[in-house]
């Protein structure tokens, strides 16, 4: 990366988060929950941030693509607003921070160690960052190819080089068929043509490389716990099952870091 050049609040991209105006409880917020050669079984993983740098979805929605280099090789963009910038989203007259938002801010503060109460203030620099796009096979139209590309992006100075311990479980994956410009959800597993499920990524929490704490733990200075109980989570379940559901019409084919029960329904993103 070179050709650096400072970014202030108002030309960032993170000058159109709009947090919620609610009064919001940092140390609640961030509580524990369980919710390339690239990772492709559950468990602990040391790993360092290769890449971290701002994105903007073709209707608005920010995010942060992540790249991980280490034990395990694993990238994904993580959407912190909605397609308005809204980082929460309104259930029952009260808002909620979006997980993935709260997890960013999670991450922040296992690399910096500074707890930010909105991500409005994560530190970037404009810079030029060597990348990849997927583009059409001239020699196949039904296929793509990953061709190397040179952009310019916003990037998370801070967290370059520094280390975080990832747990890990491998999901099995939802079929989706295209409709139109979006991805929709059919309810049932996907598989290969001989019945395996395919499986992604889904990061459980963060840790601190040196002391095994999570944001919370390390906020409210309290021993480290949640990495036995991540770890006996994924000795009983490698593999989180799908169960299957009847499609919502119109659903987002995007997919959330985090399972829970009863779960709200997804802001929009795309």
Request: hydrophobic share 30%; glycine share 8%; proline share 3%.
């Amino acid at each position: 990366m070179k050709e650096t050049k400072k970014r202030d609040k108002m030309s960032s991209i993170l000058g159109k988060l709009k947090d919620s105006s609610q009064k919001v409880d940092v140390a609640s917020e961030i509580a524990d929950y369980n919710g390339g050669g690239f990772i492709k079984d559950s468990g602990i993983y040391s790993e360092t941030i290769a890449k971290a740098f701002l994105v903007e979805s073709k209707n608005g929605a920010i995010g942060i693509y992540i790249q991980y280099s280490g034990e395990g090789q694993h990238e994904e963009t993580v959407y912190i607003s909605n397609r308005d910038g809204e980082t929460f989203y309104n259930k029952n007259g009260k808002d909620h921070p979006m997980p993935s938002y709260v997890d960013m801010k999670k991450l922040n503060y296992i690399l910096t160690g500074e707890m930010i109460t909105s991500a409005s203030q994560l530190k970037v620099e404009e810079r030029i960052v060597k990348h990849y796009k997927w583009t059409e096979d001239p020699e196949d139209e039904n296929k793509k190819i990953k061709v190397d590309i040179e952009l310019t992006a916003e990037v998370l100075v801070d967290w370059i080089g520094k280390e975080v311990k990832l747990s890990v479980q491998m999901c099995e994956k939802e079929k989706q068929e295209k409709k139109g410009d979006k991805y929709v959800g059919l309810g049932v597993r996907a598989e290969n043509k001989d019945g395996v499920p395919y499986l992604e990524v889904a990061i459980l929490n963060y840790f601190n490389s040196e002391t095994n704490k999570t944001a919370s733990e390390t906020l409210n200075e309290k021993e480290s716990t949640q990495l036995a109980k991540d770890e006996t989570r994924l000795e009983k379940s490698p593999v989180r099952v799908f169960k299957s559901k009847k499609p919502k019409s119109g659903t987002s084919g995007s997919t959330a870091s985090k399972s829970t029960s009863a779960a709200p329904s997804k802001p929009k993103i795309f």
